[in-house]
Protein backbone atom coordinates (compact mmCIF):
# COMPACT_ATOMS: atom_id res chain seq x y z
CA UNK A 1 0.00 0.00 0.00
CA UNK A 2 2.79 2.29 0.74
CA UNK A 3 4.20 1.82 -2.92
CA UNK A 4 6.82 -0.63 -2.57
CA UNK A 5 5.87 -3.22 -4.89
CA UNK A 6 9.27 -4.74 -4.44
CA UNK A 7 9.32 -5.54 -0.68
CA UNK A 8 6.01 -6.73 -0.76
CA UNK A 9 6.74 -9.32 -3.06
CA UNK A 10 9.63 -10.58 -0.89
CA UNK A 11 7.82 -10.71 1.96
CA UNK A 12 4.82 -12.78 0.45
CA UNK A 13 7.13 -14.96 -1.10
CA UNK A 14 8.55 -15.89 2.19
CA UNK A 15 4.60 -15.92 3.46
CA UNK A 16 4.46 -18.58 0.10
CA UNK A 17 7.60 -20.93 1.54
CA UNK A 18 6.30 -21.41 4.75
CA UNK A 19 2.77 -22.18 3.48
CA UNK A 20 4.18 -24.51 0.98
CA UNK A 21 5.58 -26.02 3.96
CA UNK A 22 2.65 -26.46 5.67
CA UNK A 23 0.54 -27.54 2.22
CA UNK A 24 3.67 -30.63 1.67
CA UNK A 25 3.09 -31.51 5.60
CA UNK A 26 -0.62 -32.51 5.82
CA UNK A 27 -1.94 -32.40 2.27
CA UNK A 28 -5.29 -33.14 3.58
CA UNK A 29 -5.59 -30.20 5.86
CA UNK A 30 -7.69 -27.92 3.52
CA UNK A 31 -7.10 -24.52 5.53
CA UNK A 32 -3.93 -25.17 4.83
CA UNK A 33 -4.10 -25.61 1.31
CA UNK A 34 -6.36 -22.45 1.02
CA UNK A 35 -3.84 -20.49 2.71
CA UNK A 36 -1.21 -21.66 -0.02
CA UNK A 37 -4.13 -20.84 -2.72
CA UNK A 38 -4.64 -17.00 -1.02
CA UNK A 39 -0.47 -16.89 -1.27
CA UNK A 40 0.09 -17.19 -4.86
CA UNK A 41 -3.12 -14.92 -5.64
CA UNK A 42 -1.06 -12.20 -3.48
CA UNK A 43 1.91 -12.96 -5.92
CA UNK A 44 0.08 -12.76 -8.49
CA UNK A 45 -1.44 -9.73 -7.85
CA UNK A 46 1.83 -8.08 -6.97
CA UNK A 47 3.40 -9.51 -10.35
CA UNK A 48 0.21 -7.74 -12.30
CA UNK A 49 0.76 -4.82 -10.90
CA UNK A 50 4.51 -4.81 -11.91
CA UNK A 51 3.29 -5.49 -15.39
CA UNK A 52 4.38 -9.18 -15.30
CA UNK A 53 1.45 -10.45 -16.69
CA UNK A 54 3.11 -13.52 -17.54
CA UNK A 55 4.34 -14.86 -13.74
CA UNK A 56 0.78 -13.29 -12.57
CA UNK A 57 -0.89 -15.76 -15.05
CA UNK A 58 1.47 -18.56 -13.79
CA UNK A 59 0.78 -17.82 -9.84
CA UNK A 60 -2.99 -17.45 -10.39
CA UNK A 61 -3.09 -21.03 -12.26
CA UNK A 62 -0.92 -21.99 -9.27
CA UNK A 63 -3.79 -21.06 -7.11
CA UNK A 64 -6.41 -22.11 -9.39
CA UNK A 65 -4.86 -25.81 -9.02
CA UNK A 66 -5.07 -25.36 -5.46
CA UNK A 67 -8.99 -24.23 -5.07
CA UNK A 68 -10.61 -25.65 -7.65
CA UNK A 69 -10.26 -29.47 -5.74
CA UNK A 70 -11.62 -27.94 -2.37
CA UNK A 71 -14.39 -26.41 -4.54
CA UNK A 72 -15.52 -29.78 -6.05
CA UNK A 73 -15.07 -31.82 -2.58
CA UNK A 74 -17.33 -28.99 -1.01
CA UNK A 75 -20.11 -28.03 -3.71
CA UNK A 76 -21.83 -26.12 -0.09
CA UNK A 77 -19.15 -24.16 0.83
CA UNK A 78 -19.62 -20.80 -0.19
CA UNK A 79 -16.05 -19.49 0.84
CA UNK A 80 -14.88 -22.02 -1.46
CA UNK A 81 -17.01 -21.23 -4.18
CA UNK A 82 -16.38 -17.67 -3.83
CA UNK A 83 -12.80 -18.75 -3.82
CA UNK A 84 -13.00 -20.23 -7.41
CA UNK A 85 -14.99 -17.99 -8.52
CA UNK A 86 -12.28 -15.31 -8.02
CA UNK A 87 -9.65 -17.42 -9.69
CA UNK A 88 -11.38 -17.50 -12.40
CA UNK A 89 -11.65 -14.23 -12.66
CA UNK A 90 -8.26 -13.59 -11.75
CA UNK A 91 -7.02 -15.73 -14.52
CA UNK A 92 -9.68 -13.98 -17.16
CA UNK A 93 -8.23 -10.75 -16.10
CA UNK A 94 -4.53 -11.37 -17.36
CA UNK A 95 -5.83 -12.93 -20.28
CA UNK A 96 -7.64 -10.70 -21.54
CA UNK A 97 -4.54 -8.21 -20.63
CA UNK A 98 -2.59 -10.38 -22.88
CA UNK A 99 -5.15 -10.32 -25.66
CA UNK A 100 -6.60 -13.79 -25.68
CA UNK A 101 -9.96 -12.80 -25.79
CA UNK A 102 -11.65 -16.61 -26.15
CA UNK A 103 -9.51 -17.96 -23.35
CA UNK A 104 -10.84 -14.67 -21.05
CA UNK A 105 -14.79 -15.30 -21.77
CA UNK A 106 -14.55 -19.15 -21.34
CA UNK A 107 -12.90 -17.98 -17.48
CA UNK A 108 -15.13 -15.05 -17.14
CA UNK A 109 -18.03 -17.38 -17.77
CA UNK A 110 -17.04 -19.95 -15.42
CA UNK A 111 -16.86 -17.43 -13.26
CA UNK A 112 -20.07 -15.98 -13.73
CA UNK A 113 -21.98 -19.40 -13.57
CA UNK A 114 -20.55 -20.15 -9.92
CA UNK A 115 -21.73 -16.23 -8.78
CA UNK A 116 -25.62 -16.99 -10.67
CA UNK A 117 -25.48 -20.07 -7.82
CA UNK A 118 -24.25 -18.46 -5.36
CA UNK A 119 -26.39 -15.66 -5.72
CA UNK A 120 -29.51 -17.81 -6.16
CA UNK A 121 -28.59 -20.00 -2.52
CA UNK A 122 -28.87 -16.39 -1.12
CA UNK A 123 -30.54 -13.44 -2.91
CA UNK A 124 -30.18 -11.27 0.52
CA UNK A 125 -26.30 -11.55 0.34
CA UNK A 126 -25.54 -8.20 -1.38
CA UNK A 127 -22.04 -8.72 -2.16
CA UNK A 128 -22.71 -11.91 -4.23
CA UNK A 129 -25.16 -10.09 -5.98
CA UNK A 130 -22.99 -7.36 -6.80
CA UNK A 131 -20.16 -9.85 -7.41
CA UNK A 132 -22.43 -11.49 -10.12
CA UNK A 133 -23.22 -7.69 -11.34
CA UNK A 134 -19.54 -7.39 -12.27
CA UNK A 135 -19.10 -10.79 -13.51
CA UNK A 136 -22.24 -9.84 -16.45
CA UNK A 137 -19.83 -6.08 -16.84
CA UNK A 138 -16.54 -8.55 -17.15
CA UNK A 139 -18.06 -10.64 -20.00
CA UNK A 140 -19.80 -7.68 -21.37
CA UNK A 141 -16.24 -6.03 -22.03
CA UNK A 142 -14.94 -8.91 -23.51
CA UNK A 143 -17.70 -9.36 -26.26
CA UNK A 144 -17.76 -5.55 -26.89
CA UNK A 145 -13.86 -5.78 -27.47
CA UNK A 146 -14.67 -8.88 -29.94
CA UNK A 147 -17.08 -6.86 -31.83
CA UNK A 148 -20.43 -8.56 -30.69
CA UNK A 149 -22.52 -5.77 -29.40
CA UNK A 150 -25.52 -7.33 -29.18
CA UNK A 151 -24.39 -9.54 -26.74
CA UNK A 152 -22.44 -7.86 -25.05
CA UNK A 153 -25.64 -5.51 -24.43
CA UNK A 154 -27.59 -7.89 -23.24
CA UNK A 155 -24.36 -8.56 -20.72
CA UNK A 156 -24.48 -5.16 -19.44
CA UNK A 157 -28.16 -5.41 -19.46
CA UNK A 158 -28.07 -8.11 -17.37
CA UNK A 159 -25.75 -6.33 -14.75
CA UNK A 160 -27.37 -3.31 -14.90
CA UNK A 161 -30.77 -5.10 -13.25
CA UNK A 162 -28.77 -6.10 -10.34
CA UNK A 163 -27.01 -2.41 -10.06
CA UNK A 164 -30.21 -0.69 -10.34
CA UNK A 165 -31.65 -3.13 -7.49
CA UNK A 166 -28.53 -2.55 -4.89
CA UNK A 167 -28.55 1.20 -5.84
CA UNK A 168 -32.46 1.42 -4.86
CA UNK A 169 -31.96 -1.19 -1.72
CA UNK A 170 -29.57 1.59 -0.21
CA UNK A 171 -29.48 4.81 -2.01
CA UNK A 172 -26.63 6.13 0.24
CA UNK A 173 -23.89 3.17 -0.53
CA UNK A 174 -21.77 5.40 -3.08
CA UNK A 175 -20.15 2.34 -4.53
CA UNK A 176 -23.42 0.79 -5.68
CA UNK A 177 -24.55 4.41 -7.16
CA UNK A 178 -21.12 4.11 -8.67
CA UNK A 179 -21.89 1.01 -10.23
CA UNK A 180 -25.19 1.65 -11.40
CA UNK A 181 -23.36 5.00 -12.94
CA UNK A 182 -20.57 2.78 -14.99
CA UNK A 183 -23.44 0.48 -16.36
CA UNK A 184 -25.28 3.31 -17.75
CA UNK A 185 -22.31 4.30 -19.23
CA UNK A 186 -21.03 1.04 -20.82
CA UNK A 187 -24.35 0.15 -22.20
CA UNK A 188 -24.31 3.68 -23.67
CA UNK A 189 -21.09 3.40 -25.30
CA UNK A 190 -22.96 -0.42 -27.08
CA UNK A 191 -26.02 2.16 -27.95
CA UNK A 192 -23.42 4.92 -29.87
CA UNK A 193 -21.09 2.05 -31.90
CA UNK A 194 -24.65 0.55 -33.16
CA UNK A 195 -26.16 3.79 -34.52
CA UNK A 196 -28.78 4.28 -31.76
CA UNK A 197 -27.55 7.68 -31.01
CA UNK A 198 -30.73 8.81 -29.16
CA UNK A 199 -30.62 5.73 -26.78
CA UNK A 200 -27.13 6.07 -26.04
CA UNK A 201 -27.80 9.84 -24.97
CA UNK A 202 -31.09 8.44 -22.71
CA UNK A 203 -28.08 5.81 -21.24
CA UNK A 204 -25.62 8.79 -21.01
CA UNK A 205 -27.82 10.79 -19.10
CA UNK A 206 -28.31 7.92 -16.43
CA UNK A 207 -25.07 8.02 -16.20
CA UNK A 208 -24.22 11.73 -15.80
CA UNK A 209 -27.24 12.58 -13.38
CA UNK A 210 -25.33 9.51 -10.67
CA UNK A 211 -21.72 11.35 -11.76
CA UNK A 212 -22.84 14.90 -10.70
CA UNK A 213 -24.61 13.61 -7.69
CA UNK A 214 -21.44 12.35 -6.56
CA UNK A 215 -18.77 14.39 -7.26
CA UNK A 216 -21.00 17.32 -5.42
CA UNK A 217 -20.81 14.94 -2.15
CA UNK A 218 -17.56 14.76 -2.31
CA UNK A 219 -15.60 17.42 -4.29
CA UNK A 220 -12.46 16.05 -2.30
CA UNK A 221 -12.91 12.76 -4.63
CA UNK A 222 -10.46 12.52 -7.96
CA UNK A 223 -12.13 9.59 -8.92
CA UNK A 224 -15.79 11.21 -8.61
CA UNK A 225 -14.65 14.41 -9.89
CA UNK A 226 -12.88 12.72 -13.38
CA UNK A 227 -15.97 10.54 -13.69
CA UNK A 228 -17.91 13.36 -13.85
CA UNK A 229 -15.59 15.12 -16.19
CA UNK A 230 -15.33 11.55 -18.31
CA UNK A 231 -19.49 11.58 -18.68
CA UNK A 232 -19.65 15.71 -20.00
CA UNK A 233 -17.41 14.08 -22.76
CA UNK A 234 -19.63 11.35 -23.65
CA UNK A 235 -22.44 13.68 -23.85
CA UNK A 236 -20.39 16.77 -25.71
CA UNK A 237 -19.74 13.75 -28.26
CA UNK A 238 -23.28 12.56 -28.57
CA UNK A 239 -24.80 13.22 -32.09
CA UNK A 240 -28.76 13.16 -30.50
CA UNK A 241 -27.64 16.50 -29.00
CA UNK A 242 -27.44 19.69 -30.37
CA UNK A 243 -24.29 21.79 -30.61
CA UNK A 244 -24.66 24.18 -28.52
CA UNK A 245 -25.53 21.87 -25.81
CA UNK A 246 -21.96 19.35 -26.46
CA UNK A 247 -20.13 22.43 -26.35
CA UNK A 248 -21.64 23.17 -23.18
CA UNK A 249 -20.67 19.87 -21.62
CA UNK A 250 -17.63 19.73 -23.32
CA UNK A 251 -16.94 23.14 -21.29
CA UNK A 252 -17.61 21.80 -18.19
CA UNK A 253 -15.62 18.71 -18.41
CA UNK A 254 -12.38 20.78 -19.21
CA UNK A 255 -13.49 22.98 -16.27
CA UNK A 256 -13.79 19.71 -13.96
CA UNK A 257 -10.44 18.53 -15.22
Not at 145 to 156: I, T
Amino acid sequence: AQGDGPAALAAYRAGLAIAETLARRDPANTQWQFDLGISHERIGNMLRAQGDNSAALEAYRKRHTIIEPLARRDPPNPECQLALSVSHERIGDVLLAQGDGPAALTAYSAGLAIHETLARHDPANTQWQRDLSVSHEKIGNVLRAQGDGPAALDAYRAGLAIAETLARRDPANTQWQRDLSVSHDRIGDVLLAQGDGPAALVAYRKRHTIAKTLARRDPGNAQWQVDLAVSCSKLGTTPALPVAERRAFLLRGREVL
